[in-house]
């Protein structure tokens, strides 16, 4: 008896036919272990990085990018970490910040990826039809109060139609110590790691493909109106207007839809009695539903709706 086979077709027009049997193997090798980090933008950074030392955090130092007029905040987290993102010389290289800014406005703008080896990522990628050019070395400056520490990286930037609604690149760390170093990752409101990432697209079932490519078909459910990808246990949803309120009752706010592209995370916290104790005290507005996450709308964030989870 032939086994059967499931044939699925992507946005980019390949076909992939795949074998039951092939789920029930080990899983192949990935491009990418998981979420790194989320970028931020902020039209003015010292802004943002007020706005969230409110909702709890604690920024690490300023860094500079090397030859850009951007500079960032991290929030440091013990898994992964957040980056408000700002331009401090408007005569420098923006690397497109000012065209997201003027588009999107402020709020979630972009996802990196954790690769371990970038070459090797390329390679991956590129078996799957994905054109990936060569990894990319970046460094920053990072102002502490020591003096200013300098953590390298690796980039590889991915085409849009390798992550559809999501601007995104893998990102290697080369000096990890300097960038999660002691004190920095203890976050007063106790978050621990960005759980989830909420995407407005316009038909949620066409990014089903292109994802499976990248995390794997046992890390993708299509249900309705919203694509679920599991990423290493942060989860990625891809939904449009309409489920993007049954996802965040904080989307009442909006007078119409946002934009499509990355509109909402969720960061999860060690205790959400203590991170709702710290809300109430700097007077952030939230709501919550009894025991479930706490909601905070995109005006107390910068632009992003944020749940505590």
């Not at 500079?64 to 970490?81: D, F, K, P, S, V």
């Not at 709702?276 to 910068?302: I, K, T, Y």
């Amino acid at each position: 008896m032939e086994t059967p086979s499931i044939d699925v077709r992507s946005a980019r027009g390949r076909g992939h036919v795949m074998s039951p049997r092939s789920l029930n193997g080990p899983p192949p090798e990935r491009p990418v272990r998981g979420l790194d980090h989320l970028l931020i933008v902020a039209h003015d950074l010292e802004a943002a990085r007020s706005t969230y030392e409110r909702l709890g955090f604690r920024t690490a130092p300023r860094g500079r990018h090397i030859g850009w007029g951007t500079a960032n905040y991290c929030l440091m987290l013990e898994q992964g970490y957040l980056e408000l993102l700002g331009i401090v010389d408007h005569s420098q290289f923006l690397n497109g910040l000012d065209e997201t800014l003027a588009t999107r406005g402020e709020g979630l703008s972009a996802a990196a990826f954790a690769g371990d080896d970038l070459d090797r990522s390329a390679g991956l990628l590129r078996e799957t039809d994905v054109n990936v050019g060569a990894p990319q070395d970046l460094q920053r400056t990072i102002e502490a109060d020591s003096g200013d520490l300098l953590p390298r990286f690796q980039l590889l930037h991915l085409p849009r139609t390798a992550t559809p609604g999501l601007p995104a690149f893998i990102c290697k760390h080369l000096t990890p110590e300097l960038v999660w170093q002691p004190g920095w990752t203890d976050q007063p409101n106790g978050a621990r790691r960005i759980a989830g990432l909420t995407v407005m697209v316009e038909d949620p079932g066409a990014v089903a493909v292109p994802y499976a490519d990248i995390f794997g078909f046992r890390s993708v459910t299509n249900t309705d109106n919203l694509v679920t990808v599991d990423c290493g246990g942060c989860y990625l949803r891809f939904t449009d207007a309409d489920g993007l309120l049954a996802l965040h009752p904080q989307a009442r706010a909006f007078t119409s839809p946002p934009p499509q592209g990355p509109v909402a995370m969720r960061v999860e916290v060690a205790d959400k009695a203590h991170t709702a104790s710290v809300l109430q005290a700097n007077g952030v507005s939230f709501e919550r539903d009894r025991d479930g996450p706490l909601h905070v709308p995109a005006a107390e964030a910068a632009g992003v709706m944020l749940d505590f989870v």
